[in-house]
């Protein structure tokens, strides 16, 4: 069996596997899964019945920070991990302030016990984490997240960008970090 990406066009989590896929040129077949309608199909890939799975090497992975970890280091090529330790580090923490501390409190699998108050705890949460974010990014910060080579930091940092702008109508010009090196990203 070849490399398999179940994933879901609207799923942020799945969109970072599908960016790093793309910039590693790895060749996969794609199957559409709404955790919604299914959640059967996703149930017999993925015990959480949550999109991404990623099929390779005759493995099965889920989460998609364990899933562009596992490809940045069976893939070297093109990196996307600088070499220095604590660079490496700060792409980490990045990673992680999205991934862990922002995108499963804005999920929408989540947002629906907020009832009329979804949309104003979202935008609390993406604050919070993006103020952390603009914060490292002041010290971090070349063209990119963390120097002038795109890394996971940037993999994590444009889907969460997009949810903010267009699920949650946010005004993101308290972070001018976060804007300028997602205009740099969106160039590429």
Known sequence: MGTVL???WKSSCA???????AYKRIAYEYISADWVKDSQLLGTVNPMKQVPVLIIDGQTLTQSAAIVEYLEETRPEP???????????????IVQIITAGVQPLQNFAILHEFGDSKVAWARAVITKGFTAVEKILKETAGRYAVGDSGTLADVALVPQVANARHHFEMDLSPFPTILRIDSALASL
């Open 6 to 8: 179940y994933s879901y």
């Open 15 to 21: 969109w970072r596997v599908r960016i790093v896929l």
């Open 79 to 93: 990196p996307l991990l600088p070499r220095n330790a604590l660079e490496q580090a700060h792409v980490r923490e």
